[in-house]
């Protein structure tokens, strides 16, 4: 039966038809504080669930905040993991959520980050070894976000030190991994290629263009990509809807960079 429920909620965090994906992070406060386009948590879920995204990612306490209680659905998907940026080693992610606490709160989906590399690489793996085991007995479905991060990291983009987070979101039993992408279609097939769980990339920092956002999500496709999970280039984008929109037509649809672009003049 906990397959059976697994397989229900992966149906609300993906496109059922294509077996894609687009979530929209919203798990930024903790790690930075205060940050522009999630003052109104309600305002910004309904922005990206009008644009089509599949799933939000949210820490439990503003859950009450960003229920709607109307319009599109979008999945629910509760962070279990935190770190701020005033901590002596921010690269330190520890639980603050359990998966029994977020099936309590309704969540469709739970995510944890992981930075493998760093000095607290130990304590992670183990925090994600117990998730896994958690999320597996409750049927939960599980997104790991995994990047290479700390002292012997010189280039987390690195496609060698990429395919290697991706393996172990893999091995560790994730359901969906959540990596950088490489910049290439040529490298990223080799971060997918070995990894039997759907990969989606992630949005990085605030990016300067539409059309270098979307030619990221184009190339991660191109490449067997199963979508993204994009947070600052959406929610902080002057129109929110519309970026989702974008990005869903070249996920979802196939659509070209040039045909997603339309999309947002």
């Not at 085991?133 to 280039?155: F, Q």
């Not at 290439?184 to 990969?199: D, M, N």
Request: hydrophobic share 40%.
């Amino acid at each position: 039966m906990t397959f059976l429920g697994k397989q229900i909620r992966m149906e609300r965090i993906m496109n059922r038809d294509t077996g894609k994906t687009v979530i929209v992070p919203m798990d930024h406060g903790i790690s930075v504080g205060h940050i522009d386009g999630l003052q109104d948590m309600k305002h910004a879920i309904e922005q990206v669930a009008q644009g089509g995204a599949n799933a939000i990612v949210e820490h439990k306490g503003l859950i009450a905040e960003g229920h709607r209680g109307k319009g599109q659905d979008v999945g629910l998907i509760i962070h279990l993991s935190g770190s701020t940026s005033l901590s002596p080693n921010p690269n330190a992610k520890t639980l603050v959520c359990s998966v029994e606490e977020a099936v309590k709160l309704g969540a469709d989906a739970v995510s944890i980050h992981v930075n493998i590399g760093s000095g607290g690489e130990k304590d992670m793996l183990k925090d994600f070894g117990r998730v896994s085991y958690e999320a597996r007995t409750w049927g939960m479905p599980l997104l790991a976000m995994i990047y290479p991060r700390g002292e012997k990291i010189k280039d987390e983009y690195d496609v060698e030190f990429v395919k290697h987070a991706a393996r172990v979101g893999n091995e560790m039993g994730a359901d969906i991994v959540k990596v950088s992408y490489t910049g290439s279609v040529e490298t990223f097939k080799e971060v997918v290629s070995g990894c039997a769980i759907p990969v989606v990339i992630a949005g990085g920092a605030k990016m300067d263009s539409d059309k270098e956002i979307l030619e990221m999500v184009k190339g991660s496709i191109d490449a067997g990509g199963s979508g993204v999970s994009i947070g600052r280039n959406v929610f902080q984008h002057r129109d929110p809807t519309c970026m989702v929109r974008a990005i869903s037509a070249v996920v979802n649809k196939g659509s070209s960079v040039e045909d997603a672009l339309g999309l947002l003049a």
